[in-house]
């Protein structure tokens, strides 16, 4: 079984930092992509950043310039450094990694995705 875990939230004011950790814990073959997902109520869950095994890594326009995605294969880690926070922000941050895991026949599987349970960001003065 997979399973991730984030740690980080918490309650900054506008212009603060946090930075978000994900570990993934569990029986796996391969970590292929790992990212940040973020949704307030009654919306619908989007895309923050995410970076590939092979390092390439993308933004949402929204945090261009303000927050920056890192991975630390060998820990199996992924964080997420959030500057210049807006209220805007927001929101039930959840990790997400696409892992090809390992089947019932014993080989590793197409990547699946799994999710972190979230950890709540608050920006507000």
């Known amino acids: 079984q997979v399973h991730l875990e984030e740690s980080g939230g918490g309650l900054v004011q506008p212009g603060g930092s946090l930075r978000l950790s994900c570990v993934v814990s569990g029986r796996f073959f391969r970590i292929k992509r790992m990212g940040w997902y973020r949704q307030t109520s009654g919306k619908e869950r989007e895309l923050v950043a995410s970076?590939?095994?092979?390092?390439?890594?993308s933004y949402a326009d929204s945090v261009k310039g303000r927050f920056t995605i890192s991975r630390e294969n060998a820990k199996n880690l992924v964080s997420l450094q959030m500057n210049s926070l807006k209220p805007e922000d927001t929101a039930i941050y959840y990790c997400n990694a696409d892992i090809r895991a390992y089947g019932v026949n014993g080989f590793p599987t197409d990547g699946v995705d799994y999710w972190g349970k979230g950890t709540l960001v608050t920006v507000s003065s």
């Open positions: 970076i590939t095994g092979d390092g390439l890594i």
